[in-house]
């Protein structure tokens, strides 16, 4: 299973994994209550750009030192230049799914991009 990193909120350390992966994992254990707790949760839930939002981030240093435009990682990830240019400036945050893309495309952790997270929690 495939980690995007670790994180530290409140002195309790997590792994971030893709939510697929963890209940593929969960199904390889045949634990049967956990998948259906994974599957039917309906708590209240943060998106991951939300907790990441409370610091700055380092996907335009990520895209230069790849030597990158934006409308070229904007096409690698499946996004808009627009996009990317509102992600680098922070006006706007990326959804889950293309943080996840921007970790894999850079070969870098997920808080490897967002440097600052944690620091105003």
Not at 23 to 45: T, Y
Not at 47 to 67: D, Q, T, V
Not at 83 to 95: D, H, I, K
Request: charged letters at 25%.
């Amino acid at each position: 299973m495939k980690s995007w990193g670790k994180l530290e909120l409140n002195n309790e350390c997590y792994v971030l994994i893709r939510h697929e992966d963890y209940l593929k994992w969960l199904e390889n254990q045949e634990d049967i209550q956990s998948i259906q707790d994974a599957r039917l949760s309906n708590e209240p839930s943060i998106s991951l750009a939300e907790l990441l939002a409370s610091g700055g981030n380092k996907i335009a240093e990520y895209r230069k030192n790849a030597k990158l435009k934006q409308s070229e990682l904007a096409q690698m990830i499946g996004a808009t230049q627009s996009q990317v240019s509102q992600w680098e400036s922070g006006a706007v945050y990326p959804r889950q799914e293309n943080i996840f893309a921007l970790a894999e495309a850079f070969k870098c952790e997920v808080l490897d991009l967002f440097p600052n997270f944690g620091a105003n929690l």
